[in-house]
């Protein structure tokens, strides 16, 4: 089955700089890959995701990449905010062939200090 | 949509005692997962279901641990008898279901064996 792991598992960074979480997966026929974001006593929030027919995807201040060959995705946070501190999940799925079902990295704690 | 409604928030029960958790999914929602998530182990997948049929049931613990979705708005997971290894938080999800869709998380259930 499919095996995700998420580096590093605490983040800390200054308000207004950047925060990077590394992910990589284990079955070449992943397709999907979703970044949650959890904040405390609530569920995970999708908030961007990327199919493998592309490398980038941007969203203001968010963006993930995907390096297929590598088998690799990243998120990347930009002028980060104190709101911005949570924990995140990448998370990989074969899409419809494997029953949409996700596999999730084992989270990063990011703080963002003020 | 109000989103994926679980309940109960919080459960509190003794050891044998048996637990059923709550989920109804956005309608519409063809999907629906069952996730718990500790410390330990992070975010698993327990069941999922497509179209009210339980499609892989291969991350259910034990067979202390069944799954049932009767009708497309609800379903639930139960626990017959409880264990303190038990204790997480349980999410269940749904989905639209038809190729790499966004996973929907209701706020959980906290359980608690004592």
């Not at chain 1, 925060?19 to 908030?47: H, M, R």
Request: hydrophobic residues 30%; negative net charge; contains cysteine.
């Amino acid at each position: 089955g499919e095996n995700v792991e998420q580096h590093p598992s605490t983040l800390s960074v200054q308000e207004g700089d950047s925060a990077v979480i590394k992910c990589t997966y284990s079955d070449s026929a992943s397709n999907y890959f979703p970044w949650y974001k959890q904040e405390l006593g609530k569920g995970p929030q999708l908030i961007i995701d990327i199919r493998s027919n592309v490398g980038e995807k941007k969203d203001q201040r968010i963006a993930v990449t995907l390096n297929k060959t590598a088998k690799h995705f990243s998120l990347h946070i930009t002028e980060t905010q104190p709101e911005d501190s949570a924990v995140y999940f990448c998370a990989a799925s074969r899409g419809a062939g494997g029953g949409n079902k996700l596999t999730f990295g084992t989270g990063t704690q990011l703080k963002v200090e003020l | 949509d109000a989103g994926v409604i679980q309940s109960p928030r919080h459960e509190v029960t003794e050891m044998g005692q048996e637990v059923t958790l709550r989920c109804k999914p956005i309608s519409g929602h063809n999907s629906l997962f069952w996730y718990r998530q500790t410390m330990m182990r992070g975010l698993e997948l327990l069941i999922y279901f497509n179209n009210n049929v339980p499609i892989d049931d291969s991350g259910m613990p034990e067979d202390r641990f069944s799954a049932k979705m009767p009708n497309a708005s609800f379903s639930t997971l139960k626990i017959q008898p409880s264990e303190p290894r038990d204790s997480a938080v349980y999410f269940c999800a749904s989905s639209l279901g038809a190729g790499n869709t966004e996973a929907f998380f209701g706020q959980g259930t906290r359980l608690t064996v004592v």
